[in-house]
């Protein structure tokens, strides 16, 4: 039987052999999600502005929300500052929850087509963090024509939101793999990823909490990203770089974990199928 390669240099290697394929698949994913309509790919335009305006509505209007101890800031603040969240869970939520069912959609890719099957993780982390700069080119026009051209250390943005694409590249190889064998991997991912909604700090400040629920909240790996991607983008701080340069190598850890046992398990995908 055929041995894959689980090696972290085979990652990159099998990355760099098979990017056109990617690339490709990615734009047809993400075509293909808009195919017919009559928009078409300006949904991915309509759909961030449509959820930035209902949050706002919601959060600060029906529920007088306020971020801050002192509820100083404006409805577009609090709108800003929460859709900052949103857009790092939107990443993780889009690639995670599609991860349990890649093989079991793609049939012919393990028994008919040569295909290089640990690519549909690539797919699917690439589709999430299209969707998430398309949020975040709709945040910059909000943040510019509200208050002007943003601080320098939103450039810093793509070195925070990093670990979290290895985070969530190992987390799709690991649950693509887990959820070929186990069907109700699914249906339990679909719960996690709607309590990692509200367990999250996206709709509330951690220091809302008490501390002692403050320090169950850094355990949700997207608290530290959300926390940093406000920093950069909408309070012109620079990160943490030592949270950073932590959660980078945890998320490196997750990213070889999940490949090494999608290649592992890889093997008896046809018997399954």
Not at 114 to 142: D, K, Q, R
Request: glycine share 6%; aromatic share 16%; net charge positive.
């Amino acid at each position: 039987m055929q041995e894959f390669p689980i090696s972290i240099k085979s990652i990159a290697s099998s990355f760099i052999a098979n990017r056109n394929l990617i690339i490709t698949s990615i734009k047809r994913e993400i075509v293909g999600r808009y195919k017919g309509s009559l928009l078409g790919i300006l949904w991915s335009f309509v759909n961030p502005i449509f959820m930035l305006l209902v949050y706002t509505f919601v959060f600060s209007v029906v529920f007088k929300a306020k971020w801050g101890d002192g509820g100083g800031e404006s409805k577009a603040e609090f709108a800003l500052i929460l859709f900052c969240g949103l857009i790092v869970f939107n990443i993780f939520s889009e690639a995670i929850s599609k991860a349990p069912t890649s093989i079991l959609i793609n049939p012919n890719y393990v028994k008919k087509v040569v295909y290089p099957l640990e690519a549909l993780a690539w797919v699917n982390t690439g589709s999430s963090l299209f969707h998430g700069i398309v949020s975040f080119l709709v945040w910059m026009l909000a943040y510019i024509a509200l208050y002007g051209i943003p601080s320098a250390t939103i450039l810093l943005v793509p070195i925070v939101i990093l670990p979290l694409l290895l985070m969530v590249q190992g987390l799709t190889w690991f649950l693509s793999a887990i959820g070929t064998y186990i069907r109700d991997v699914n249906q339990l991912v679909s719960i996690l990823i709607t309590t990692m909604l509200f367990m999250s700090p996206i709709f509330y400040p951690i220091s809302a909490l008490p501390e002692i629920y403050q320090k169950i909240l850094y355990l949700n790996p997207l608290t530290i990203i959300i926390e940093q991607v406000r920093a950069v983008a909408f309070y012109g701080e620079f990160p943490n770089y030592k949270l950073v340069i932590g959660y980078t190598f945890c998320s490196s850890i997750v990213c070889y974990v999940g490949y090494f046992c999608f290649q592992k398990s890889r093997k008896g995908f046809s018997d399954v199928l």
